[in-house]
């Protein structure tokens, strides 16, 4: 990094100090944590939502066990961190709560993984209102902070569903403030993608005879796609900040990544990263900027920088798209993307 960029980063995080002055930090559970000088190692954190699996609770797939059992063994290969954002309601059918499914979150604390909160229901910020959504973190903690109580842990991190965190200054200041006197800070993304696309598409394969030549040229496409990805970020903070910020990643517990996720993983290192936790990668004083975003959509906390700092249409062009052969399969429409 140039002399030039650690001036700016040191006027950044001196002009952060002076805005809290007096005041109580909006992420007060992570205000110990160190922050680090930028450096532009390539380096990302892993991070899955809608744990225990993305499914219909009441429907869930037949080989649970066994997609479960392929993602965790991943993680233990490969030897990577990540932290997994619980929904409290799949931990049900119907009204019954499913030990088996508390004892997947028991599986993945035992691997030595992170759990955060992401509410109970999965809800929308945007359409159930503030008092709904503070009320669906707290059922989110129901088995939550008790599996963490029995290991000496509480829950730190939050991840908003959809990546919608208020249309309003004044929405965002309230919910986040909320989440700081619960202990809480939000977890960020930076590569903002369509897995879940392709996760419907691997999931439909499935379904509809299992062929394996399809099964691989849809893990064949993700990793493609999903490198393309982390390139798009990498470039755009590079662009925004002048070096390469710690990404993090969101992906999800799902079919596809119980198949793909030890190639995927390989294939980023290839790239030279280095998986990371999330509380090092936002240790970078980057993650201190002043998020620009308020809107209708989840985005990125790149283009969420940019915005802080109005930036032009044109630096948020040139995202890959998904496969349109990938989309028909799914049958997802354009839009939808």
């Not at 939502?49 to 233990?76: C, F, H, Q």
């Not at 930076?190 to 030549?213: M, Q």
């Not at 099964?215 to 798009?232: F, P, T, W």
């Not at 969101?250 to 280095?274: K, Q, S, V």
Request: aromatic share 10%; hydrophobic share 40%; glycine share 6%.
């Amino acid at each position: 990094m140039s002399p030039l960029h650690r001036i700016l980063f040191c006027l950044l995080l001196l002009a952060s100090s002076l805005s809290v002055a007096g005041d109580e930090p909006s992420f007060a559970p992570a205000s110990k944590m160190a922050i680090v000088t930028p450096s532009n190692e390539r380096r990302i954190a892993l991070t899955f939502d809608d744990l225990p699996w993305v499914m219909n609770r009441n429907e869930p797939p037949v080989d649970l066990d066994k997609n479960y059992g392929r993602l965790i063994a991943s993680l233990k290969q490969t030897n990577v961190p990540a932290i997994g954002f619980v929904n409290d309601g799949k931990l049900y059918r119907d009204e019954t709560l499913c030990p088996e499914r508390i004892d997947m979150l028991d599986d993945w604390l035992d691997a030595g993984l992170e759990l955060g909160n992401h509410t109970a229901w999965h809800s929308d910020l945007h359409e159930i209102g503030l008092r709904g959504y503070e009320n669906d973190i707290l059922m989110g903690e129901r088995h939550l902070r008790p599996l963490l109580d029995k290991r000496g842990l509480k829950p730190r991190w939050f991840r908003h569903p959809f990546l919608r965190t208020g249309r309003s200054p004044e929405d965002k200041a309230v919910i986040t403030n909320f989440l700081t006197s619960h202990g809480y800070r939000t977890a960020p993304v930076t590569i903002n993608s369509s897995e879940w696309i392709y996760a419907l598409a691997y999931r439909k394969a499935l379904e509809n005879g299992n062929d394996p030549a399809k099964l691989a040229s849809l893990r064949n496409e993700y990793i493609v796609y999903m490198l393309a990805k982390l390139d798009y970020y990498e470039r755009r903070s590079s662009d925004l900040l002048g070096y390469r910020v710690p990404q993090v990643l969101m992906i999800h517990a799902n079919e596809l990544n119980a198949d793909a996720l030890a190639d995927l993983i390989a294939a980023i290192r290839a790239r030279e990263y280095r998986f990371v936790t999330l509380d090092e990668a936002v240790a970078d004083p980057a993650y201190l900027r002043p998020d620009g975003y308020i809107g209708e959509w989840g985005t990125s906390w790149i283009h969420r920088w940019a915005k802080a700092e109005n930036r032009p249409e044109t630096f948020f062009h040139g995202a890959p798209r998904t496969a349109r052969w990938v989309m028909k399969l799914a049958g997802v429409e354009a839009s939808a993307e």
